[in-house]
């Protein structure tokens, strides 16, 4: 378990599967930039379970116990952590994201990753305040890398050093 001071974050296991089953495959979570990737019953409890290496996946928690939404990272070739979250409708402008984007990047930072990226729709900007809010920087333009409901989208890159 991460503790952050509003939030904490704890590694996915079959007790979020009722969760994750609900919201992973609700539209409305994945939101208007984010393909929706649905998910079964079956294929979360062979998944849970697993090994995940190179792979951070957490559930963030608000400070009394509720499931608010997830946060996950990447740790890619080129040697940067790729970050990405979801927070669930109703949880939504409460500073939540914000808050669980804070806690992750500091326990990277304090655990030796040195590069923390992510990428975003240039619409998202409830993403991108919370990029920004963290002191993300702009760093690359990508024309329609990702599809969605057969529409492609740009995205934009973000970065965060450490040090
Ligand atoms: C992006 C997301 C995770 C943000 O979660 P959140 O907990 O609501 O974020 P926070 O409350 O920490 O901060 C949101 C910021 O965006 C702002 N914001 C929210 N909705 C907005 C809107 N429609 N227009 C402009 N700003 C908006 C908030 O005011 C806040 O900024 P502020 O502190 O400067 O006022 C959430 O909207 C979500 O789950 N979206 C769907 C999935 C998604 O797009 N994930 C990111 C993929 S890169």
Redesign the pocket.
């Known amino acids: 378990m991460i503790k952050g001071d509003t939030v904490h974050l704890r590694p996915f296991g079959l007790e979020d599967l009722d969760f994750l089953l609900r919201w992973n495959n609700d539209p409305?979570?994945?939101?208007?930039?984010?393909p929706l990737e649905p998910v079964s019953q079956e294929e979360l409890e062979e998944w849970l379970p697993r090994e995940k290496p190179g792979q951070l996946w957490y559930i963030i928690g608000s400070l009394d116990g509720e499931k608010?939404?997830q946060i996950v990272g990447r740790y890619q070739d080129d040697g940067s952590v790729q970050i990405?979250?979801?927070?669930?409708?109703s949880?939504?402008?409460?500073?939540?994201?914000?808050?669980?984007?804070r806690t992750l990047v500091t326990h990277l930072f304090a655990s030796g990753v040195e590069w923390i990226v992510?990428?975003?729709?240039p619409r998202?900007?409830?993403?991108?305040?919370?990029l920004?809010?963290l002191g993300f920087k702009k760093i690359e333009y990508k024309e329609r890398p990702v599809e969605i409901n057969g529409i492609w989208l740009d995205g934009v890159v973000y970065e965060l050093r450490g040090g």
């Open positions: 409305e979570y994945s939101g208007m930039f984010e608010v939404g990405g979250y979801r927070i669930i409708p949880a939504r402008g409460r500073s939540y994201c914000t808050e669980a984007a992510a990428e975003v729709n998202n900007t409830p993403s991108i305040r919370v920004e809010k």
